[in-house]
């Protein structure tokens, strides 16, 4: 077991990274400060994979915990689910010093995180993530929230947890294809910061799909350590974590074009950082070798959705959606070189449109 410790203002918690995180909880979280019963926030799925070993730890360390459980999906992190969770803790008789534990995906991590940011003006919370997106990623800088008719994310709050505890053979059960999307989260870290982790990476994505232990490990700790160094240095999104936003802006255009039903947002940020690429080739920014490196590893985690029949219309007006949030222009994140990414927002429309248009035709192939 690895312990990192992250840092985010005079705030310090521990993360956790391992193969036996799991069965170890309650003697790591006792560790940690805690005393008395959590309350467990989970939905049905990870209950009933993983829920046996993650309550039989907390009780061996605190007593029974509470639990509420929501249902499974997207669709669930919405403003009901919220209420039943806060009905849920009041029941529980929970008070300001009670304190909640996040088991799930980022979809239980973000919305059990804002009913914790938000119960009694914020009581404590720990994240358990149970999928690699979640490990890597979301359970990891403290931006919690849920969605509304109006979007996605956007009634939320930033609430850092107290401890992060990531047992990467819950990851066993996990789909496929839910690992490949966390598997590009990985790859545009790496891309962004870290050509080590890109090489590691080059070598090993067999044995991270196939759920080496020590491969696994090793790129959970080192992704949630980029992560949580960028979120140190700009916890409120106001400059350089938006660099992770690499990959999102034709990403998201994409997910939008195709009202979120064809790609997860993973894969959908796959394409979007091989666009991103290509854009910074035809500008003559991109390093040539570091470009064909990412999108070739990019291409050996799983066939991606294909763009066929995508409107590039509607990815256009998706593009211009985005353009008005960023007062008037399109903002890019495009990569020099691996661990040299530029925001630029001086891309010249008409060049940007003849290569959406082609990337499109072409099926994603740039050349
Ligand atoms: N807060 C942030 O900084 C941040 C960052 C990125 C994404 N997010 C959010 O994260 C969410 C997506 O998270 P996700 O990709 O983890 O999706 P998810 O939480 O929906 O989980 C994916 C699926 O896997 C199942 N699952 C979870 N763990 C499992 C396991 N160990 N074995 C088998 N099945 C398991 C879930 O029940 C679900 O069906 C989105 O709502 C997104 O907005 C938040």
Known sequence: LKTLVVQIRDNAYPLFVGDRALPEAGVLLSSTGFSSAPIVITNETVMRI????????????????????IGDGERFKNRATLSRIHDGMFEARADRHSWVVA???????????????????GIRFVNVPTTLLAQVDSAIGGKVGINVPQGKNLVGAFH????????????????????????????????????????????????????????????????????????????????????????????????????????????????????????????????PDHCSRIVDLIHRVERLPSLNGISFDRVWSALQRDKKAYSGAVRMVLLRSIGEPEIRSDIEPSCLRRFVRRFLANGGRLG
Request: glycine content about 10%.
């Open 103 to 121: 088991f799930g995906g980022g979809v239980v991590g973000d919305i059990a995180g804002f009913a914790a940011a938000t119960y009694m003006r």
């Open 160 to 287: 850092q947890p107290q401890a992060v505890l990531s047992d990467t053979t819950v990851l066993r059960s996990l789909p496929q294809r839910e690992m490949a999307a966390g598997l590009y989260e990985v790859i545009k870290c790496a891309a962004i910061r870290s050509e080590p982790l890109l090489a590691f990476l080059e070598n090993s994505v067999t044995g991270v799909l196939e759920h080496e232990p020590c491969a696994l490990e090793h790129v959970v700790l080192e992704t949630a350590r980029i992560k949580s160094l960028i979120v140190a240095a700009d916890e409120r999104e106001k400059d350089i974590r938006m660099l992770l936003n690499f990959g999102h802006t034709i990403g998201h255009a994409l997910e939008a074009a195709t009202s979120y039903r064809r790609f997860k947002h993973g894969e959908a940020v796959a394409w979007g950082m091989v666009a991103a690429l290509g854009v910074g080739a035809e500008a003559g920014l991109s390093e």
């Open 50 to 69: 993983h829920g046996r070993a993650l309550f039989r730890s907390l009780r061996e360390g605190f007593g029974t915990p509470s639990r509420i459980i």
